[in-house]
């Protein structure tokens, strides 16, 4: 691969957009070459726009592009689109009619029977819907959307035990962190030393989406894995890193250490394929008694790695355990990411 | 009742320790009358001796008092023991032994088969124990203990649903205080911004003390409740009061406004004999989708309620809802305090 | 006083706000009549339209007012004003104009030369000028306006030392709590972990209004005492109560026994009057090396008392100091309720 | 340099231990060769006796290496001492005298007349007390010591303004994060949503160090700097980084651009140099009106720049800012591996 592939990024200015630009930056295979964010930043350079809030500094390049309006003439291939909700639904319309292939994270479209939820390492056999989609909508571009943030980190975890004994039943209950709701998102005086046992419909996306992501290809559309899915969603006062309990009924029995080896040895296609941003370990399973936490794991192997501990027998249903993903790197903008590169790698852009 | 029945604190300084003092302080049955703590605290006045971490003063008379070694020579009747799990266990039956009244927030001998685990609300006819210990260990005074904090907020919620429609599985994950492990307790290193997924025993203590909480009494002892409970516990950066995330397989089918009146509605001995520590409404139910919240509801009727919000269908087993409960109010001291207002009430002193 | 004065609050819903419905609802002098919020709020309970914060429950009878709009139309005499800044100014001279006693927390009109910006223990000589600002202004009512929160706070501390020793030089770096900020106000992104080193034009307000405060009553203003006063202001994770680090150089020589004796000693005229939310001790000094702290004593005598700890020696300028001062109360709604009861105490309503 | 260094460090498994194997395990002058910490860790691997507390995972070779006594007989030839007070002076007395160069964040010899505490910026000459320090204890090795993490922070600060202005007065309130205390540390139930105005000791080492640090080799001994040092220190909800606010009395008059300029063009000797550990900007120069922040700014430059914020007129003294330093970085284990490449550089160990 000589030349770098175009890409734009939606809604550039917020949590996730300022999550694109950093992986982005320095991407062996993309080159950003256009950045979009609502009318107030339009007109504005990249430093002057964003209230950044990583660690990391902005990129000096990035941050002297000028911000453009989330029109389909942005000068670029693919877009990553970080849109809100409010929003999203018709300006990524929009850029697939034009041509662009468009990697969203907003909900919008997950749910349309002709578009994907992709995750590389689980169903990268959904992408066949690309084709359908373009012909029933006419559009020269299309639409591959990444999955709800805590819906990515139990799909995640959920993956070995699918392939290697069949999921029946998950009872989850989430601990998110602040960084899940974007800028400004939850006010301090509603998370400092408190918890809030609920995200307003995030409970119905991971039930939802966890099914279609797990579902078969059959003929036009997915359909949905039987296996019944119940979460519980509250906010936590961490900064980075969903944790989630989940407790699961397998189809066939296991053992403990089947559970275990199950989790330790997954490994699937972004691995084989070498992705740039794929995880070499895409499961960490940790055996320590106080793992994963947000602080220390969050962030492992560049936040791509879903960290996975507390394996153990559940009485209720069959196993339980902890799992932690980053919200915003492996639950979005690096979710995107990577499902841009399964494209690239399966020739997409030759 | 016009002489106050004279009482003990042991572990007088601790973390409840202290919320034993602040409850007593102006008990209108109840006059504190001997502190006793460790060996570090002995022969200082209280106020040397305690770190003092609550948001309302030392009590004035009983700053005053001196601490006193927690042997069985203090002038009192009844003993709330707050001792840490290492050390309660051999002191605790010094007292019993010498004709004390003790009741025990410590662990140790939670699980002695003639020894119960009261909650005045679900299941006092389980102090008939009482009988059977003293005559068995030849005891002139008794142990009662209370359940762990996380294991009395999870019973209260479940004894309506129990009462009314029968338990049969029950899945639950908390999400607790610092103030639940004490002081130094956790390092704020460990806790800002971060999540810990586990607590030491805690999770065997939900599993194994709800069981006999709910269990049967039946010659001489405690038969388990056949009930199946399965929890995972964390840590969180909250203050006081621990949220459990609940799922319910019930025995009888019930539907959700039934389920929703079974917790409003639920009254039991503590409100009939009106004990003076006891909520006037022993579960609160609040219908909007983001309560309970410690900081706003873990103090209602001043931290003796249990706040139950989010009733909604489980997919996976029944009904799933979000409980709070003050940890170190009604999950600790006020929970002793609350049992040893029933004795009184049922004449043990008369 | 046989018959309750009537009074109304603006900007009823915001943090503020709603501290007042927590004063008001019990007060002894006051009856809540009205109730005044944005358009948002107009036409529904005050139930509906306020997001509650604090921990005492909504008042059960003041939840059911229905919320009207901010126009001197209101049934009552006095006016509490939480407003916004950025709506407050005009608002507040409608309800003066109409005859309305207007008691602002807004920054609209305190450095207006006719209105005084009252701590009824520090100037309340000052309240000459509402018979000035009625006569130039044709008004029937007037304003009164409290302090910014940090600068009542400070100006609590420094009052007993410009009664006894003058002040010369004041150097202050506040650490505030979130609370001040308002709601939705800080986003947790912000200050999880973290902290600001500035708040917007809070250093210039405490700058000016503490000389303003401490300022002589001169034929027809308020001349600006002498003392020089230099701020910095940060925001720290922390709930209520502002912290403030102080360094001051006094006019004449003490020794740090006086100083102390300066601080504990001091009453004033609330306390001689026994206004009703007036604090008997407005300054309580702690020795112990760790206090103030805002949790344990941000709520010190219903959150109107100045606790004031580590008084010692400073080697740049005199002595320096720790002040905390609980910033919703008595650093806004406890301030303005305070300056009305002087009012009532000095027969304007006779 | 063909061969690297061989190092030890003793206290390995603490905070600043760990921050000590984080910044040495990559190290292109010095090699790890000897880890020792206390009873309770010796004897077992790195990994086992580490409570690792850093994002970055510990480092493979170093976690198979074994926990050693910290005595004398360590196969290496330099020291970092990561030692808790009560234990290091003897022990690091020791290590000198048997001839190892010892670089110390301990306190325990800071003050002592021929021990330097060194800041390669600031103070390079300081280190021919060393010769001094080996005739005179008659040792083969020696101490060199940093500064307390407050203490450089605000040094760093200090630096230009001295070199270019002269300075007279400084007074600075700290607020300070819990890693600064080691762990387990600060206990949660202090620090969650709370600020504690004081540490232990803290302020007396700011205002010591400080003036020794700046004050002129003469003789036998450092002569203090005459300026003035007044500091309030305070703990703060932060995990990582030191904030300071200063103001300062310069002894030349300067304006407020020319104070800009010198801290933006400050270099020093570790610069010229180009020490591995030096930060290309020792001072990074913000402008925003809301930095430096600690989650934003404490890793710059790998947490050894100093992020100086907020510059402006001081109405009491001349001029004050807002300084941040990474505590257990530039303001511990940084400042001491720093301090040990200027020895190299300067031809100690050729």
Same mark, same amino acid.
């Given at each position: 691969?000589?030349?770098?592939?175009?890409?734009?990024?939606?809604?550039?200015?917020?949590?996730?957009?300022?999550?694109?630009?950093?992986?982005?930056?320095?991407?062996?295979?993309?080159?950003?070459?256009?950045?979009?964010?609502?009318?107030?930043?339009?007109?504005?350079?990249?430093?002057?726009?964003?209230?950044?809030?990583?660690?990391?500094?902005?990129?000096?390049?990035?941050?002297?592009?000028?911000?453009?309006?989330?029109?389909?003439?942005?000068? *670029?291939?693919?877009?990553?689109?970080?849109?809100?909700?409010?929003?999203?639904?018709?300006?990524?319309?929009?850029?697939?009619?034009?041509?662009?292939?468009?990697?969203?994270?907003?909900?919008?479209?997950?749910? /349309?029977?002709?578009?994907?939820?992709?995750?590389?390492?689980?169903?990268?056999?959904?992408?066949?819907?690309?084709?359908?989609?373009?012909?029933?909508?006419?559009?020269?571009?299309?639409?591959?959307?990444?999955?709800?943030?805590?819906?990515?980190?139990?799909?995640?975890?959920?993956?070995?035990?699918?392939?290697?004994?069949?999921?029946?039943?998950?009872?989850?209950?989430?601990?998110?962190?602040?960084?899940?709701?974007?800028?400004?998102?939850?006010?301090?005086?509603?998370?400092?030393?408190?918890?809030?046992?609920?995200?307003?419909?995030?409970?119905?996306?991971?039930?939802?989406?966890?099914?279609?992501?797990?579902?078969?290809?059959?003929?036009?559309?997915?359909?949905?894995?039987?296996? =019944?899915?119940?979460?519980? =969603?509250?906010?936590?006062?961490?900064?980075?890193?969903?944790?989630?309990?989940?407790?699961?009924?397998?189809?066939?029995?296991?053992?403990?250490?089947?559970?275990?080896?199950?989790?330790?040895?997954?490994?699937?296609?972004?691995?084989?394929?070498?992705?740039?941003?794929?995880?070499?370990?895409?499961?960490?399973?940790?055996?320590?008694? /106080?793992?994963?936490?947000?602080?220390?794991?969050?962030?492992?192997?560049?936040?791509?790695?879903?960290?996975?501990?507390?394996?153990?027998? *559940?009485?209720?249903?069959?196993?339980?355990?902890?799992?932690?993903?980053?919200?915003?790197?492996?639950?979005?903008?690096?979710?995107?990411?990577? /499902?841009?590169?399964?494209?690239?790698?399966?020739?997409?852009?030759?």
């Amino acid at each position: 691969m000589l030349k770098k592939l175009r890409v734009g990024i939606l809604g550039a200015t917020g949590t996730v957009g300022q999550r694109f630009v950093q992986l982005l930056a320095e991407h062996p295979w993309f080159e950003v070459t256009a950045l979009a964010a609502s009318e107030r930043s339009t007109g504005r350079t990249y430093r002057e726009a964003v209230r950044w809030k990583l660690e990391s500094p902005i990129p000096e390049d990035i941050g002297k592009m000028s911000v453009l309006e989330p029109k389909p003439n942005l000068d *670029c291939q693919i877009i990553f689109s970080a849109l809100d909700s409010s929003v999203a639904g018709p300006i990524e319309e929009e850029f697939a009619r034009a041509g662009y292939a468009v990697f969203s994270n907003a909900k919008n479209h997950r749910m /349309d029977e002709d578009v994907p939820i992709l995750i590389p390492e689980v169903n990268p056999e959904h992408l066949k819907l690309i084709e359908l989609q373009r012909a029933q909508r006419r559009w020269k571009g299309f639409i591959v959307t990444n999955g709800n943030c805590s819906t990515i980190t139990l799909c995640m975890a959920l993956a070995p035990l699918e392939r290697d004994f069949g999921i029946e039943r998950v009872l989850a209950t989430t601990m998110q962190a602040v960084s899940g709701a974007g800028y400004p998102g939850v006010p301090s005086l509603d998370i400092l030393g408190n918890l809030i046992p609920n995200i307003d419909g995030e409970e119905e996306k991971i039930e939802r989406e966890t099914k279609k992501i797990f579902g078969a290809l059959c003929d036009k559309k997915i359909e949905p894995h039987p296996m =019944t899915v119940s979460a519980t =969603t509250t906010r936590v006062a961490v900064l980075d890193g969903h944790s989630e309990s989940v407790s699961v009924k397998l189809r066939r029995a296991a053992s403990l250490s089947e559970i275990k080896e199950s989790f330790r040895g997954y490994s699937s296609l972004p691995q084989e394929l070498k992705l740039p941003t794929a995880p070499v370990h895409p499961i960490v399973l940790r055996e320590e008694a /106080d793992r994963p936490q947000p602080r220390l794991d969050a962030h492992a192997e560049k936040g791509m790695a879903t960290v996975v501990g507390r394996v153990r027998n *559940c009485s209720v249903l069959d196993y339980k355990f902890v799992v932690l993903g980053h919200n915003t790197l492996r639950g979005a903008a690096g979710a995107a990411v990577l /499902d841009a590169e399964l494209l690239v790698a399966q020739g997409f852009w030759k």
